[in-house]
C-alpha cells in the first residue's frame, strides 16, 4: 500500500495490505508529511490521499465497487491520477457517497466517533452510514484508454510512445481538462453526464494522436496552444 516506487508500481499493481496497516495508519494520520519523506510519491503520476487542509492522509479515495465486491483490497492503479475508470468491469472509479455526496475519506471517523480506515467501513459511508455501492458505466473510449495506461505503468510501449512518455502526456492532458478553464468547457463539452469528463477528453485526444490521425486543433490542445472549445470537442469525439 505504502511502497508506491515505480519498479514496484511495474511489477506489482495490485498489493495487499500489510498486516500491521491500522497501527501504520494511525501512525501516518498524526504525523506531519514533513516527518515522513520516505511517503512521498517518487512520480508526477501518483495521486495523493494527503488532505491539503488538514495535512493527513485522510481523503478522499478512488475506488471500483465492482472490484471490492469480488476482492476486498485496494488496488494500485486507483492511487494514479490516471484513475477513473476500472478497466476490468468498465465502470467509474466513485470517490464520493452518492447519498450525501461527501468525498470517501482515506481515514476518518466513522459518524465521527469510531477511527475507521475506508477498507474497514466500506461499503458504508463513514458519514451518512449508508451503503456506497452505486454503480456508473465508464464511456468505452476511457475505459479503453485505462487499460492503455495499465499496460503503460507495466512498462509496455504504446505505439510510437516509451511508456513514460505516454504516461508523461496523459498526466499533463489531464491536469489541463480538470484545472485550465478552456480545457474544462472542452471536457464538459464532450461529456456532460460523466463525474470524470476531463479524463474522457484526455482519452479521446490520446485516442487521435495514437491513431495519428489527430486534427488541428486537438495537436494545439495537446501542446497547450489556443483553440475554440467547441470545434476541439468535435474533432476530438469525430
Known amino acids: 500500500m505504502f511502497d508506491l516506487?515505480?519498479?514496484q508500481a511495474r511489477s506489482d499493481l495490485d498489493r495487499?495490505?500489510?498486516s500491521n496497516h491500522i497501527s501504520r495508519l494511525a501512525d501516518i494520520v498524526s504525523t506531519r508529511h514533513r516527518d515522513l519523506p520516505e511517503l512521498q510519491l517518487p512520480s508526477p503520476?501518483?495521486?495523493s490521499v494527503r488532505n491539503q487542509r488538514s495535512r493527513k492522509y485522510d481523503g478522499p479515495v478512488r475506488v471500483c465497487p465492482r472490484c471490492l465486491a469480488e476482492t476486498k483490497y485496494g488496488r494500485r492503479f486507483w492511487r494514479t491520477c490516471f484513475a477513473a475508470a476500472c478497466p476490468i468491469h468498465g465502470v467509474e472509479l466513485s470517490f464520493t457517497c452518492h447519498h450525501c455526496r461527501n468525498d470517501l475519506p482515506y481515514f476518518g471517523e466513522m459518524a465521527g466517533i469510531v477511527p475507521q480506515f475506508w477498507l474497514e467501513s466500506?461499503?458504508?459511508?463513514?458519514n451518512c452510514l449508508r451503503l456506497t455501492e452505486h454503480i456508473t458505466?465508464?464511456?468505452?473510449m476511457l475505459a479503453s484508454m485505462s487499460r492503455r495506461w495499465i499496460a503503460a505503468l507495466a512498462g509496455h510501449r504504446q505505439h510510437a510512445y516509451?511508456?513514460?512518455d505516454f504516461l508523461r502526456l496523459s498526466a499533463r492532458t489531464i491536469q489541463r481538462f480538470t484545472t485550465v478553464d478552456r480545457y474544462k468547457q472542452v471536457a464538459e463539452l464532450i461529456a456532460p453526464n460523466s463525474g470524470w469528463s476531463g479524463h474522457v477528453a484526455t482519452a479521446f485526444l490520446?485516442?487521435?494522436l495514437i491513431q495519428g490521425r489527430p486534427s488541428l486543433s486537438a495537436v494545439y490542445a495537446a501542446l497547450g496552444m489556443e483553440f475554440q472549445p467547441v470545434q476541439l470537442a468535435k474533432d476530438i469525439v469525430v
Open 5 to 7: 516506487s515505480v519498479a
Open 137 to 140: 458505466p465508464a464511456h468505452p
Open 45 to 47: 503520476f501518483w495521486y
Open 162 to 164: 516509451q511508456p513514460t
Open 122 to 126: 466500506w461499503p458504508t459511508c463513514p
Open 16 to 18: 495487499r495490505l500489510p
Open 206 to 208: 490520446l485516442h487521435s
